[in-house]
């Protein structure tokens, strides 16, 4: 798929966007139930648009497939709705989304990127170690969600 998937930034609220973050909050929800609500602040469950910094879609062909965005939190930038349908997933496009994401990172000024997962999100645990991403303690908003893992990874 690397060769043929097209990324694209795109706003917040473009419909594409809108699909693939409702898709990936409904496949969440579905492994984790309500455990995924219980952080001590209100932020961990929505994104304010005003603190996005790129919003990226991945196309294969005309069919959306991939998402992910970077938003800011304090004096950070974390990855945000990482997302890449079921049946497009093992052929490269969390690689692309991952390198689009650092690429975007590093031209916003950061020094670092921060993301969250979840514990039984294995796959996903995989291509963050593979790209360099190191644990790191839980952070707000997401302290006091169980399953929370979080991770860092040093921008050169």
Request: proline share 4%.
């Amino acid at each position: 798929m690397t060769g043929d998937l097209r990324l694209e930034r795109v706003a917040f609220d473009q419909p594409d966007a809108v699909a693939l973050r409702d898709a990936m909050v409904d496949e969440v929800n579905a492994v984790y139930g309500s455990q995924r609500d219980y952080g001590s602040n209100a932020g961990a469950k929505g994104i304010d648009p005003a603190s996005v910094v790129a919003t990226i879609v991945g196309y294969v062909g005309e069919r959306p497939v991939a998402h992910a965005l970077l938003r800011r939190l304090g004096d950070d930038i974390e990855i945000k709705r990482m997302y890449v349908r079921p049946e497009a997933r093992g052929q490269g496009g969390a690689d692309a989304l991952m390198a689009a994401l650092e690429d975007e990172a590093r031209a916003a000024g950061a020094r670092r990127l921060i993301l969250h997962t979840g514990d039984r999100q294995d796959a996903a645990i995989r291509t963050y170690q593979r790209h360099g991403y190191t644990p790191i303690e839980v952070y707000e908003p997401y302290v006091g969600m169980p399953a929370s893992l979080c991770f860092e990874k040093l921008l050169g």
